[in-house]
């Protein structure tokens, strides 16, 4: 039972332009979300974070939108450049203390210069 | 500032054996946490180890046991290695349990033969 979905594998995107990854969770007790990137060879590098009590945080470039209604969560990368291209996980953790994080499967963003 | 270091980067190993990797945290983190990653999957969790106990426990067998020291690193031990054992295993640390966001390490990279 996949709890985080990310269902676009892959996305492809201009130099530039916006980067807009979407994930989707069904466990209504999640309460505190993140995203990852992750280059080859490296591990998961924290990207942002967004407790259920906001719907948006933006750090540079990178703004996390939550709609807990729907279930979905989005992030958006402004201005896209190369260096962004990477394999982007979401994560989420419930208010229940359990303290591991359920990963989405990913989606491999490639930004074209 | 030392971030997460995991040794060995590539592991080969035979059906049946054991292996041990290991963990340090970044500097002034006391909670660390054990994710494996299969191929074109996101990170799973498999516990979480703060003040030298297990905290929490993900969905797998106890072939899965770890350690952490008193100066916080840790060690993952697989024994009776499966062939689905192949993946790369995560490390990562926190400040402490509950909502502290996580920082990985590069990762071990574990073929089974």
């Known amino acids: 039972d996949q709890q985080v979905k990310q269902n676009s594998p892959s996305l492809s995107v201009q130099e530039g332009r916006i980067s807009i990854l979407n994930c989707d969770y069904t466990?209504?007790?999640?309460?505190?979300f993140l995203w990852y990137k992750k280059y080859p060879a490296e591990g998961p590098t924290f990207l942002i974070s967004?407790?259920?009590?906001?719907d948006k945080n933006e750090d540079g470039r990178f703004t996390v939108f939550l709609n807990k209604s729907a279930k979905h969560l989005s992030l958006h990368i402004v201005p896209s450049q190369p260096g962004d291209s990477a394999v982007y996980f979401c994560?989420?953790?419930?208010?229940?203390?359990?303290?591991?994080?359920?990963f989405g499967t990913g989606t491999r963003l490639k930004v074209l210069a | 500032d030392a971030g997460v270091t995991q040794s060995p980067t590539h592991l080969i190993k035979t059906r049946g054996q054991q292996v041990t990797l290991r963990c340090s945290p970044k500097?002034?983190?006391?909670?660390v946490s054990w994710y494996q990653q299969a191929l074109g999957q996101g990170p799973q969790f498999i516990f979480q180890?703060?003040?030298?106990?297990?905290?929490q426990r993900g969905n797998f067998p106890d072939r899965f046991s770890g350690h952490q020291f008193p100066n916080y690193s840790s060690e993952l031990n697989v024994n009776a290695l499966l062939l689905g054992d192949s993946a790369l295993y995560l490390c990562?640390?926190?400040?402490?349990?509950?909502?502290?966001?996580?920082?990985f390490g590069p990762g071990t990279r574990l073929l089974v033969l």
């Open positions: 990562a640390s926190s400040l402490s349990p509950g909502r502290e966001t996580q920082y």
């Open positions: 466990n209504s007790m999640f309460d505190y």
């Open positions: 967004i407790s259920s009590i906001k």
């Open positions: 994560a989420a953790s419930d208010i229940s203390g359990t303290y591991k994080y359920i």
């Open positions: 500097s002034g983190h006391d909670t």
């Open positions: 180890y703060y003040e030298e106990e297990e905290r």
